[in-house]
């Protein structure tokens, strides 16, 4: 298994662009989720999905949007980037946190806004 | 708002020490307590998690100590190692939900 996978590795955009940062899975986990890392501040959530089609904010969700379409795909996307966008993007997996399972974390996307 | 706070920010011990890393929480609805350790440019890794109905759990070096009435626990590394040198957050997890609260992270240096 490849576990949970991130692309791009780097990205640079500037300010007003979009962009999607792609996350994929094998591991055939219901739940997936998107953090963003910024110095100080730890892990911060963003948006997160229960299954294909169900998609819910986590705690800074503004100018972010995700769908989930299928169980292995969660894409995260940028509407207009802002420079305060600036940060390393991880992805998550887990059979069902609910439960208290280990989330398995993507190498993450680092992405800088200009 | 930050739910859970974590301290020290940075940590240097010799090899062969104790490393100790605090978390305190406000809301007693948590019922799940990871830590996850973190190598530069790398994603997050679970170390070691425990649930509220137990005080302690111990795997290997890497030991939780946890306090229900006062709201906290913390992680120790025994014989702490230069290659434990990273990144580790603690989180708590609200009771039915399935969103994950960090802490600020401490940034561990052992030195060989």
């Known amino acids: 298994n490849a576990g949970v996978t991130q692309t791009p590795k780097f990205q640079v955009l500037k300010t007003g662009q979009s962009m999607t940062l792609q996350c994929a899975q094998d591991?055939?986990?219901?739940?997936m989720s998107w953090y963003r890392q910024d110095p100080g501040m730890g892990l911060r959530l963003i948006h997160y999905s229960v299954g294909a089609g169900i998609t819910d904010q986590g705690e800074v969700p503004n100018g972010y949007n995700v769908s989930r379409s299928t169980t292995e795909d969660f894409p995260l996307r940028l509407l207009s980037a802002a420079p305060s966008q600036t940060s390393v993007y991880f992805c998550?997996?887990?059979?069902?946190?609910?439960?208290?399972?280990?989330?398995?974390f993507g190498p993450g996307t680092r992405l800088t806004v200009t | 708002q930050q739910q859970v706070k974590q301290s020290p920010q940075s940590l240097i011990v010799q090899k062969g020490g104790i490393s100790i890393i605090n978390c305190a929480y406000e809301?007693?609805?948590?019922?799940?307590f990871p830590w996850y350790q973190q190598f530069p440019g790398k994603g997050p890794a679970l170390l070691i998690a425990i649930r509220p109905d137990v005080s302690e759990k111990k795997e290997g070096r890497f030991t939780i100590s946890f306090n229900k009435s006062a709201k906290q626990f913390s992680l120790h590394i025994m014989d702490s190692q230069p290659g434990d040198s990273a990144t580790y957050f603690c989180a708590a997890s609200p009771t039915g939900t399935y969103k994950y609260i960090f802490g600020t992270g401490t940034r561990l240096k052992v030195l060989a």
């Open positions: 809301n007693t609805a948590f019922d799940y």
């Open positions: 998550a997996s887990s059979y069902d946190p609910g439960q208290s399972y280990e989330q398995y």
């Open positions: 591991m055939n986990h219901e739940y």
